[in-house]
Structures are given as structure tokens and as C-alpha cells.
């Protein structure tokens, strides 16, 4: 069972752009959703985020899809059980 810790909308006050999210507490950890519209280098960017976090607040995986001008992102970032980080299934050093 989830439950809701806190949302939130705000706006950036350097460029035009918006992000609003939830953090959510669960029996194995905490949660961040949100969306995040905003300008980068001129272009129209949107990104959809998830981060995963154990009861200690340690990342233990993300996933960011979007939209920058026309190019799609997606991103997935997990942490395995030895401390190494995969960014789209790859083995980061």
C-alpha cells in the first residue's frame, strides 16, 4: 500500500517551465513521480520521471522518458545489489 507524502507544482523563475510531482512512502521505500516542462537550448523539452528509493533515502533505479525538440529520451538508471549503476542496461564506470 502507497501513501501519499507530499505533491507539489512550481515554476522555474529563470525560464519559462513547470514541474509538478508526488513523493510517496511505501513498505520498501520512497517514490518520486512527476513531469517537468520546460525550455532547453531552445527547444521545447518534457520529462516524465520515477525515482525509486530504499527506506534509507539510497537511489536504487530512475526512469526519465521524454521529448527534446524532436528527439525522444529515455533513460532507465537502476543500481544493482553490489552498488554498480546500469544506465539502459549498460554497466557505467
Known amino acids: 500500500m502507497t501513501a501519499m507524502t507530499a ?3 512550481w515554476h522555474r523563475l529563470d525560464v519559462e517551465g513547470h514541474d509538478a510531482c ?9 517514490s518520486l513521480k512527476g ?3 520546460f525550455i532547453q ?4 523539452c518534457c520529462l516524465a520521471y ?11 533505479a530512475a ?11 529515455h533513460y532507465a538508471i537502476e543500481r544493482d545489489s553490489n552498488g ?3 544506465l539502459n542496461g549498460e554497466v557505467q564506470q
Open 22 to 30: 508526488l513523493l510517496s512512502q511505501n513498505d520498501g521505500g520512497h
Open 41 to 44: 537550448d531552445g527547444k521545447p
Open 50 to 60: 520515477e525515482v525509486n528509493c530504499d527506506a534509507g533515502w539510497h537511489t536504487r
Open 84 to 86: 554498480q549503476w546500469m
Open 63 to 73: 526512469l526519465i522518458e521524454g521529448f527534446l525538440g524532436t528527439r525522444q529520451l
Open 7 to 9: 505533491s507539489i507544482l
Open 35 to 37: 513531469q517537468a516542462i
